[in-house]
C-alpha cells in the first residue's frame, strides 16, 4: 500500500507521521511534567511562606517565654516586698514629706496564687516632673508595680501645681 504511493506522498505521510509523534510526545509527557514542575515550584513557594510564618511564631513564642519566665522573677522578688513603705519612702524621695498628704492601703485580694496588695496615695502641690518621675520609679521597681488609678488635678490657687490621687498594686506569690 505504501509502496503505490509517489515519493512526495511518501514524503508527506512521514512528515505528518513526525508531526503527529511529535504531538503525542508533547501532550503524553513533556508538557504533563512542565505541569508537575509547576505544581511543585508553587508547594515549594507554599511551604517556604509556611516556613517563615513558623519562624515568625517561634520568635513570638520564645519572647513570650522570656517575658513569662522574667514576670515569674519578679512575682517571687515580690514575695517579701513591702509596698506601703516602698510608696511612701518613694513618694518623699521624689516629691516630699509634705507633698505626701495621705497613704491609705486597701484591703489585699488574692486570686489564684496571685496575691495583690494595693495602696492609695494623694499628693498635693506636686509638679508634672515630679509626678511622671514617681510613676517611673514605680515603673522601674524589681517588684511587679501597676498604676491601678491616678487621678490629677490642677490647684485653684497655682496652676502650675496638681494635686494627685494613686491607686498603685503589687502582686506576688501566694
Known sequence: MISQLSQRDRLALAVGGVVVLAALIWAGVISPYQGALERLDARIASRQTQMKDVEALRQEFLQLQRQLSEADRRLAASSSFSLFSFVEGLAIRVASKENLVQMRPQPP????????????????????????????????????????????????????LLDAVVTIASYGRT
Request: charged share 40%; hydrophobic share 40%.
Open 109 to 160: 485580694v488574692t486570686q489564684e496564687d496571685i496575691r495583690e496588695e494595693s495602696v492609695e496615695i494623694r499628693l498635693e502641690k506636686v509638679r508634672l516632673e515630679q509626678l511622671v518621675r514617681l510613676l517611673h520609679e514605680l515603673q522601674k521597681a524589681e517588684a511587679v508595680l501597676q498604676v491601678k488609678s491616678l487621678r490629677l488635678k490642677t490647684r485653684f490657687d497655682d496652676r502650675s
